[in-house]
């Protein structure tokens, strides 16, 4: 993503407007309907992003520790989000207000750039999910996510993996034994 220097007095000023969130297991941190006010950091834990189609839970990304996210089109457009954050397990969530983060925007051109890197990166990591929806395989959709996030799989239940890969759970399932992957999360087994 390129790296950007931020003064100690910039970061101090940022960290001070984080708030912290911790949410417990299945907890919505964003509702259907509610208006995405943060841009959230998972500091530990997982959340999953999804929304229903017609009826139908569609998992839209899985979230591990270590990874931003957040309802863009809601978050820049202050409309009501289609989308809800939920969590798979207890998780802590680091979080600016949209204010905040535009305010650090506006005072400091470093954070100005640091936003639009991240804002970069996300659109490119958006475009590559279209893209393996649209083009890849089952099995290649598989092997890319086990490339990107393996051990978070075993903590994510195959119904949502399945969703995420816009695939059945008997697909996905098929597509493990053709891999001699394991079948089943630790949530599945428990």
Known sequence: ???????????????SMIEVFEIKKFEQFLKAGDVCKYWGFVNSGL???FYFKKGKDVTEFIVPEGTAFTSIESFFTRQP????????EPTVIYALS???????????????????????????MSQHRADSLQ???????YERLLEKIP?????VPSLYIASYLGITPETLSRV????????HSKQEEG
């Not at 083009?135 to 959709?141: L, R, S």
């Open 1 to 15: 993503m390129g790296d950007v220097t931020l003064p100690p007095s910039v970061m101090n000023e940022a960290i």
């Open 47 to 49: 959340v999953r992003i």
């Open 81 to 88: 989000s289609h989308l809800i954050v939920e969590a798979l």
């Open 98 to 124: 949209k204010d905040n983060v535009d305010n650090l925007c506006d005072k400091y051109h470093e954070i100005e750039v640091t936003y639009r890197k991240i804002m970069e990166y996300s659109l490119i």
């Open 135 to 141: 083009f890849e395989t089952a099995e290649e959709k």
């Open 151 to 155: 051990k978070v799989l075993l903590r």
């Open 176 to 183: 493990r034994a053709k891999q001699g992957k394991p079948h």
